[in-house]
């Protein structure tokens, strides 16, 4: 889909003369830009982003929990700056429409938002040395800690979105319609699953009994929605918080281990490059316990090992479901793409599981 990116961006507040825009980042479900401007003879740098509104539902509410969440954030950090002026990058920076909202609808329809470009730091898709681990889950656990006093509950953005036994539920529907007859060539692969039915349940039954506590969380923190700043190498700023919401910790620690363990891409198709690295592991329980460490329960930090098996077998029951139903959710650049990342999830659950019982002990030594 192509845009008038000097027509589109007239429609919010910006100022200077439009320079360029290019297409941004590797996210698979909103379409994003880097759009450059030139103000007075500098070039800065702004986000634009299509929210895709057959995924989220309601976007308006999304932009609600958007403008919640980094106002929050910016008032807890707007008397460090005197001291550290690199807090200012702690969140991003909402910039308005010109009609005074967080966002602008298109004659078409499409939803967009925008705001500041966070200068001077990137984002991994792969991890590659364990400072980057420890620093990536330190951010994530010090935005939850951010958030553990933000007053009223958010809007659930994509209700259900990490109920495990719901995705279960989901992917024994798209089998049992088997709509483009694909079943037949991927029973391993749901076989695996279904053999492990029973797991895909133990956090919501226990948040049922009250054993884990609903909390700010995340719910989508692949490492790559983490910032990392060039010059210090630390956590500077949590990104892609679309689906910042209520949920368990749990999720966002398994879903950190997910994608912050392998060497893989998410979508490689050599499974022998595909495990689960022990040291990463351990770098990303420390990290994450350096910020989240002080309002976890005994029982929260117990479950953390388990949660990256089963973030990561969740996130392959979606791939699976999504390939059953003919790749209508996350964006595909091949054919087999979605079958080819529910392999990796799966074989990075045996690896998991290989290595359970190491998992706890150090868990438990930290805890």
């Known amino acids: ?90 969140t991003l920076e909402v910039v308005n429409s010109i009609y005074g909202k967080p966002y602008w609808r298109d004659p078409a329809g499409n939803f967009f938002r925008c705001y500041v470009f966070v200068e001077n730091a990137r984002s991994y898709d792969i991890l590659e040395t364990k400072a980057q681990a420890y620093q990536a889950a330190a951010a994530f656990s010090n935005f939850q800690a951010d958030l553990a006093d933000l007053p009223q509950r958010l809007n659930e953005t994509i209700p259900d979105f990490h109920n495990t036994p719901s995705r279960l539920a989901n992917l024994e529907k798209a089998a049992k319609e088997d709509k483009l007859g694909r079943l037949k060539s991927v029973s391993r692969e ?69 994608t912050g363990t392998s060497p893989a891409a998410e979508d490689e198709t050599d499974l022998g490059k595909v495990t689960m690295r022990f040291p990463m592991y351990e770098a990303l329980l420390r990290g994450y316990l350096s910020g989240a460490g002080g309002f976890l329960n005994a029982t929260e930090k117990s479950l953390l090992p388990f949660s990256g098996k089963l973030i990561t077998l969740e996130i392959g029951i979606r791939f699976l479901t999504d390939y059953l139903e003919g790749d209508v959710y996350f964006k595909i650049r091949r054919p087999d793409h979605n079958l080819d990342r529910c392999r990796t999830q799966l074989k990075l659950v045996a690896s998991i599981e290989e290595q359970y019982d190491a998992m706890r002990k150090l868990a438990d030594e930290l805890a």
């Open 1 to 90: 889909m192509k845009f008038d990116f000097r027509q589109l961006t007239s429609h919010f507040q910006l100022y200077g003369n439009f320079v360029v825009a290019v297409p941004y980042g590797t996210g698979h479900i909103n379409d994003t830009f880097q759009v450059t401007f030139d103000q007075g003879g500098t070039l800065l740098h702004y986000i634009i982003q299509r929210v895709n509104t057959n995924v989220f539902k309601a976007p308006e509410e999304l932009m609600d929990n958007f403008l919640r969440v980094t106002r929050h954030i910016g008032a807890k950090i707007r008397d460090e700056r005197a001291v550290n002026p690199a807090t200012r990058r702690r």
């Open 190 to 258: 749901f076989d695996f699953i279904m053999a492990r039915g029973k797991e895909c349940g133990v956090l919501i039954d226990l948040q049922k009994e009250g054993e884990l506590v609903e909390r700010v969380t995340h719910n989508d923190t692949k490492l790559n929605n983490v910032l990392i700043d060039d010059l210090t190498g630390s956590g500077c700023c949590v990104i892609d918080l679309d689906t910042v919401m209520p949920g368990l910790p749990h999720y966002d620690f398994g879903d950190m281990v997910r």
